[in-house]
């Protein structure tokens, strides 16, 4: 309007001469009509000149200005989301490709793990025809066992299961898994309750879950001690008389682990096929007393 003032030249603002009263000079006045502003006239000492744009479009140049700037906005905004994509898979290509490297190395290792494995297990069978079983023989064969469990463990956690699924009746499942553990564990009682289900998902990912579990439940029990195994509607309790865990938060994080034996992935690979088969497990323990593992299988279990 200042600038109007000068020459006059602006066809959006209107002009009008008004008498000099109250209003103060050079001031922008906002009514419900109009926005309007008040300028001197040269050898002039009754009349005011005002300038004034009327608020209807005021309001068109207004929501006009907002358009462009919100379009400005969009426009930057996509600029800066395509930038950054491109920059994120610029950065994390190497990234990716190392963990690729990383995968296919580790799948080597255990594919290479097999002669060794064979060679120790056809030897220990020949010592034991000639020299008898004994305890160092059977120490020797339960580290050949871990290291199988080492490499099945593994084999999971590299391997997505969610899309093989079959169906399979959940009690001769468990005495199958629990007459497995127990050859290892002849000092520890298992019971498996009365259940009558059937379960439809990864059976080799739901193995190495039962197989982690009930391992670490016999591993940590007390000489002597027990480990039972029920089902309550939907979810499948396996519960131990062990010493129990101080930092039960913590136990399935990687490395994570509060006893000498063992490397700590075991439950976090027990975490990981319990995300990807759609099952939610949780855990109670009270050290001295024992831990109770809860696996709530209503995602995949079919009560008959």
Same mark, same amino acid.
């Given at each position: 309007?200042?600038?109007?003032?000068?020459?006059?030249?602006?066809?959006?603002?209107?002009?009008?001469?008004?008498?000099?009263?109250?209003?103060?000079?050079?001031?922008?006045?906002?009514?419900?009509?109009?926005?309007?502003?008040?300028?001197?006239?040269?050898?002039?000492?009754?009349?005011?000149?005002?300038?004034?744009?009327?608020?209807?479009?005021?309001?068109?140049?207004?929501?006009? $200005?907002? #358009?462009?700037?919100?379009?400005?906005?969009?426009? =930057?905004? %996509?600029?800066?989301? /395509?930038? *950054?994509? &491109?920059?994120?898979?610029?950065?994390?290509?190497?990234?990716?490709?190392?963990l690729r490297l990383t995968e296919e190395f580790i799948k080597d290792i255990l594919h290479d793990f097999n002669t060794p494995l064979s060679t120790l297990r056809l030897n220990i069978s020949m010592l034991k025809t000639k020299i008898g079983e004994n305890s160092? $023989?059977? #120490?020797?064969?339960?580290?050949?066992?871990?290291? =199988?469990? %080492?490499?099945?463990? /593994?084999? *999971?956690? &590299?391997?997505?299961?969610?899309?093989?699924?079959?169906?399979?009746?959940?009690?001769?499942?468990?005495?199958?898994?629990?007459?497995?553990?127990?050859?290892?564990?002849?000092?520890?009682?298992?019971?498996?309750?009365?259940?009558?289900?059937?379960?439809?998902?990864?059976?080799?990912?739901?193995?190495? $879950?039962?197989?982690?579990?009930?391992?670490?439940?016999?591993?940590?029990?007390?000489?002597?001690?027990?480990?039972?195994?029920?089902?309550?509607?939907?979810?499948?309790?396996?519960?131990?008389?062990?010493?129990?865990?101080?930092?039960?938060?913590?136990?399935?994080?990687?490395?994570?682990?509060?006893?000498?034996?063992?490397?700590?992935?075991?439950?976090?690979?027990?975490?990981?096929?319990?995300?990807?088969?759609?099952?939610? $497990?949780?855990?109670?323990?009270?050290?001295?007393?024992?831990?109770?593992?809860?696996?709530?299988?209503?995602?995949?279990?079919?009560?008959?």
């Amino acid at each position: 309007m200042r600038i109007c003032s000068f020459d006059l030249q602006c066809k959006e603002y209107k002009i009008d001469f008004v008498p000099k009263d109250e209003h103060e000079l050079y001031k922008l006045y906002k009514t419900p009509k109009e926005l309007s502003s008040y300028f001197t006239i040269p050898n002039s000492r009754r009349n005011y000149l005002k300038i004034y744009l009327e608020k209807n479009r005021y309001n068109v140049r207004v929501n006009t $200005i907002k #358009r462009t700037l919100f379009l400005q906005f969009l426009v =930057l905004e %996509l600029i800066v989301a /395509l930038l *950054s994509l &491109l920059f994120a898979l610029y950065a994390l290509s190497p990234l990716r490709n190392a963990l690729r490297l990383t995968e296919e190395f580790i799948k080597d290792i255990l594919h290479d793990f097999n002669t060794p494995l064979s060679t120790l297990r056809l030897n220990i069978s020949m010592l034991k025809t000639k020299i008898g079983e004994n305890s160092q $023989i059977r #120490r020797i064969e339960n580290s050949i066992q871990n290291i =199988l469990n %080492l490499q099945n463990n /593994l084999r *999971s956690y &590299l391997h997505s299961h969610a899309s093989q699924k079959e169906e399979f009746a959940l009690k001769p499942f468990l005495k199958e898994r629990v007459e497995l553990i127990s050859a290892n564990h002849k000092d520890i009682s298992f019971h498996i309750e009365d259940m009558n289900a059937t379960l439809f998902t990864n059976r080799d990912a739901f193995s190495r $879950i039962i197989d982690n579990l009930l391992s670490n439940a016999a591993k940590y029990n007390k000489k002597n001690g027990s480990v039972t195994l029920r089902l309550e509607k939907s979810t499948l309790l396996i519960e131990d008389t062990g010493k129990g865990i101080k930092n039960p938060k913590r136990v399935f994080e990687r490395f994570y682990k509060e006893q000498d034996r063992g490397i700590g992935i075991g439950l976090h690979i027990v975490q990981k096929l319990c995300d990807e088969l759609g099952i939610k $497990i949780s855990l109670q323990s009270q050290l001295s007393h024992g831990t109770t593992f809860k696996l709530k299988l209503i995602n995949i279990i079919k009560n008959d």
